[in-house]
């Protein structure tokens, strides 16, 4: 279901899931004994950073890759070094990117080494962010970002949700957004993520299920 490759950038609007997808994707290719590293670029946004499940990750076998001083320079030595490394890496590579244009930023840098490979760059969406509730205003974000990043999407995942409030018909509801998107921006739409407790209640294909990992402060 999942026709992803070895190197894959997970970006979008802040708020819309990317960290969390990022997670389930990473975990997922670690439960097939393939060998994982994360990379947590979001030096901007404090609140839903992957590196904060740290433990969890390297528990699981993953290689965690993120800012030595998050919301500091992009020309930390200690990420430059280790990021040099994803690009000869054997395994699978996740890279969990800043939301938005300022996030993406931290890409650019690296758009030349990227652009050399087989990648993967898998926009995500949520409809029911203020700044992405229609199709348009996804597509003015994801314009942004590969404005920034210097790097063009491959696909896009649908992931629209309400946090704890997401049911069944608030996934279906925005569906048709997504398919519009998709056939807007001549991408494919790869998936629909569904909370994993609800996966066996769709007929729709195809979907991904996924588990929350990632709270805010205040859930905490």
Not at 26 to 38: F, P, T, Y
Not at 44 to 52: G, I, K, L, Q, T
Not at 139 to 162: C, D, F, G, P
Request: proline share 5%; charged share 20%.
């Amino acid at each position: 279901m999942l026709s992803l490759g070895k190197f894959i950038i997970v970006c979008g609007h802040y708020g819309c899931g990317k960290t969390n997808l990022s997670l389930n994707l990473a975990l997922d290719r670690a439960e097939r004994n393939e060998k994982v590293i994360l990379v947590d670029m979001d030096i901007v946004n404090p609140y839903f950073r992957s590196s904060d499940q740290h433990e969890m990750l390297e528990g699981h076998g993953i290689r965690v890759i993120s800012p030595s001083l998050a919301g500091s320079t992009l020309d930390a030595p200690a990420l430059s070094a280790e990021l040099n490394a994803i690009f000869d890496y054997d395994g699978t590579v996740i890279i969990d990117a800043g939301g938005d244009d300022a996030g993406a930023t931290a890409l650019g840098r690296y758009h030349s080494q990227i652009s050399a490979l087989n990648y993967d760059m898998l926009y995500v969406l949520n409809f029911y962010r203020p700044q992405t509730s229609s199709p348009d205003d996804a597509i003015e974000i994801l314009r942004e970002i590969e404005a920034a990043s210097r790097l063009k999407a491959t696909a896009l995942a649908n992931n629209s949700h309400l946090i704890g409030n997401t049911s069944k018909q608030t996934i279906l509801d925005a569906l048709p957004l997504a398919l519009k998107t998709s056939d807007e921006l001549s991408l494919p739409l790869l998936f629909t993520t569904v909370p994993k407790q609800l996966a066996g209640t769709f007929d729709i294909d195809p979907i991904y299920p996924i588990t929350r990992y990632v709270r805010s402060p205040w859930e905490n």
